[in-house]
């Protein structure tokens, strides 16, 4: 085909046309001009369509979901679709070896333009008042909420690694739920890696049950006069937010990012919203969750309670250790960590009665009261499970 109708592919946000428009208008061309490569990758993101769907309550009650209609597809929703298959093509092309292809290079087309560096860096430079943020790294949330998928993280943290304001390292680990409806939920979360904290934007206005004295927890040490709301709500309110209207059972796929390992899992919505949410509350700045930091730092995805009981007990023995190297008091037992989840119990129970005033459906409650059982069976049978561990340690006692 000719170069004229090769460079009429394509679209951006300021487009007279939709993205859907766009694409059946640039089908019609690669039609008439033969173009069959343009022509299958165009037909490949309309076949996508029919996996979009909306949820949906039958007149039995019975909650599923049906395809949607022309007319409620967004520009967003395409959007996703070209993003996965751009990032299922990288995929191929890496094992192959190769750089690019005419099928990549059309569908990136569609995609709307990344900032650049440059560009990047004169809007930090106009916008962010660095003064705000306890740490400098804290700033690269409202950084990201500003530029979302037209930005590279890595060009983000680079303005602070040529010395602009901090040279801090983060801990990057990013969740996606694949849920009912093929709609997709990403979370990217930054972990300063020097407190182990989340490092997210001040949020103006809060929602009302995020505010400290609101089903607080009876045990918490802070005031509202000087921590107006709870930072263990504060951390959960996108995914309180994300998974409202998604049910406990509801079956999803997550795939977890992390620097040491990448996990694809099909599982239950409460499952999947726990391993994230166990993150989420021990990295929240809660002074009860903050002996859980050691456990955030090397997270570990969807653990099963066997692997979080060893991990917790090997994190409170060495956390003796260097108390006991420290000159302080330390504990050879593990009384301190009954103690330790004893109250975590309470935090669970009273962040369960804000949520359930925030959501309509059970997803994110069950999830927390699915990591409250596993406080309280380590509470009850840690004793019990280390014995059945004890086999493995017998060249210690040789």
């Known amino acids: 085909m000719d170069t004229d109708s090769r460079q009429a592919y394509g679209w951006q946000s300021d487009c007279p046309l939709s993205l859907h428009d766009k694409i059946r208008d640039d089908l019609k061309l ?34 599923t979901t049906r395809v949607k209609k022309p007319d409620e597809i967004t520009d967003d929703d395409i959007l996703d679709i070209i993003r996965k298959l751009v990032k299922s093509e990288k ?8 750089e690019s292809s005419v099928y990549l290079e059309l569908l990136e087309k569609y995609l ?34 500003h530029f979302g998928k037209l930005a590279d993280g890595n060009l983000v943290k680079n303005y602070f690694n040529q010395g602009n304001g901090s040279d801090l390292e983060t801990i990057d680990i990013e969740y996606r739920f694949r849920l009912p409806d093929n709609k997709e939920e990403a979370f990217q979360l930054q972990l300063d890696s020097q407190t182990i904290e989340l490092i997210s934007p001040r949020d103006n206005h809060p929602p009302d049950w995020t505010r400290l004295e609101f089903h607080q927890c009876p045990n918490c040490p802070l005031s509202s006069d000087t921590d107006p709301f709870c930072p263990a709500a504060i951390s959960l309110v996108d995914l309180v937010r994300s998974f409202d209207g998604l049910s406990s059972f509801d079956e999803i796929v997550v795939e977890i990012f992390t620097s040491e390992r990448h996990l694809i899992q099909p599982t239950s919505a409460q499952q999947g919203i726990s391993s994230l949410m166990g993150l989420l509350i021990a ?12 456990m955030a730092r090397f997270h570990l995805p969807m653990s099963q309670p066997e692997e979080t009981m060893y991990r917790a007990t090997t994190m409170y023995l060495l956390a003796q250790f260097y108390r006991k190297q420290a000159s302080q008091d330390y504990e050879m037992g ?56 004890r086999g493995m340690f017998s060249a210690y006692f040789n």
């Open 30 to 63: 690669a039609l008439r001009s033969k173009d069959e490569s343009s022509r299958d990758t165009l037909r490949q993101i309309l076949s996508e369509f029919p996996n979009l769907t909306v949820p949906i309550v039958l007149e039995s009650g019975k909650k």
């Open 334 to 389: 593990l009384e301190g960590l009954a103690s330790i989840y004893r109250n975590m119990q309470i935090v669970n129970n009273y962040l369960a009665d804000r949520i359930r005033a925030a959501s309509e459906t059970d997803s994110s409650v069950n999830a927390l009261i699915l990591l409250d059982m596993h406080a309280k069976t380590l509470t009850y049978v840690i004793e019990d499970y280390l014995e059945e561990l």
């Open 112 to 145: 709307p333009r990344m900032a650049s560096e440059n560009e990047i860096n004169a809007w930090i430079e106009a916008n962010i008042d660095f003064s705000q943020f306890k740490s400098a790294m804290q700033a690269m949330g409202p950084i990201m909420k």
């Open 283 to 294: 990295a929240s700045g809660c002074p009860r969750s903050a002996y859980f930091k050691p």
């Open 91 to 98: 995929t191929v092309l890496q094992y192959q070896d190769a």
